[in-house]
């Protein structure tokens, strides 16, 4: 937990303390033998789980993604591709989403068993997804 200094009149960036927060941590750089934890739920990860989706399509047919690079399938292309009415697409995409859920649900569990994240009481994350909610939103009509 944070020290009880007082607060500076303007936050500086990375701050530890702010007016009505204390920041336990930025970053958790803990490993398994996969590599960085962290690094399950982030940008990359989710499109490779896509692409993992659509290995194991092209396997049995046709992808119905099309010729697309997973990597470069942009936030814009996958709402497109939600909101366009293709379920066989639209099912690689919240097949994705849900894969991605499970390891980001992960990632939280292991990074609360950590003794300095004990009294954590939200998470404020960033990074990969900021300013869209369309892809994976459930608030989305």
């Known amino acids: 937990m944070a020290s009880q200094s007082p607060l500076p009149a303007v936050a500086a960036h ?18 398994d033998d996969e590599g960085l934890i962290g690094d399950r739920a982030s940008k990359g990860a989710f499109r490779n789980i896509i692409e993992n989706w659509r ?4 396997k049995v047919g046709v992808d119905p993604l099309g010729e697309d690079v ?19 697409a639209a099912g690689i995409i919240h ?18 068993k950590l003794k300095e994240w004990k009294d954590t009481k939200h998470f404020v994350i960033g990074g990969g997804f900021r300013g869209s909610r369309r892809a994976g939103d459930p608030g989305r009509p």
């Open 14 to 31: 990375g701050a530890l303390r702010l007016p009505s927060v204390d920041v336990d941590s930025y970053n958790v750089e803990l490993k």
């Open 55 to 58: 290995a194991e399509l092209r």
């Open 70 to 88: 997973s990597e470069e399938l942009s936030k814009k292309k996958l709402d497109e591709i939600l909101a366009r009415g293709d379920t066989e």
């Open 95 to 112: 097949g994705a989403i849900e894969d991605f859920s499970q390891e980001f649900a992960l990632v939280t569990r292991r990074f609360l």
